[in-house]
């Protein structure tokens, strides 16, 4: 049973700092690709950052460039999100997903966690 655990979200004022942390079962982690999406109130779910299976190999959506760092740990199953100066706009649920390939929008599995909220207030 695929399964993905997320914590690490909060309330942060904008300028702020979280790390989220994401434990994934079920799946052999090593050999996927992992990436983290969000999704704002009314809107779709949209990929935020991707991570190649060995690390090597990173993608982030234009608005976090340069904020947010995605890295994994293939000991722990546990793939990580280091968002630095938040802003308001990037108040959403956080969910992580394996990909089919680590630069695409394009989840692995249907089965989702239930998501860590991340609220940035301004």
């Known amino acids: 049973q695929v399964q993905f655990v997320e914590s690490g979200g909060g309330l942060v004022q904008a300028g702020g700092s979280l790390r989220l942390s994401c434990t994934a079962s079920?799946?052999?982690?090593?050999?996927?690709?992992m990436g983290w999406f969000h999704q704002a109130p009314g809107k779709q779910r949209e990929l935020v950052a991707g991570?190649?299976?060995?690390?090597?190999?990173?993608y982030y959506v234009d608005s976090v460039k340069g904020r947010f760092t995605i890295s994994r740990d293939n000991a722990k199953d546990t793939v990580y999100l280091q968002m630095n100066s938040l802003k308001p706009e990037d108040t959403a649920v956080y969910y992580c997903?394996?990909?089919?390939?680590?630069?695409?929008?394009?989840?692995?599995?249907?089965?989702w966690g239930q998501g860590t909220q991340v609220t940035v207030s301004s």
């Open positions: 079920g799946i052999t982690f090593s050999i996927n690709a």
């Open positions: 991570i190649s299976s060995g690390g090597g190999g990173t």
């Open positions: 997903n394996a990909l089919t390939l680590y630069f695409t929008g394009r989840h692995k599995y249907d089965s």
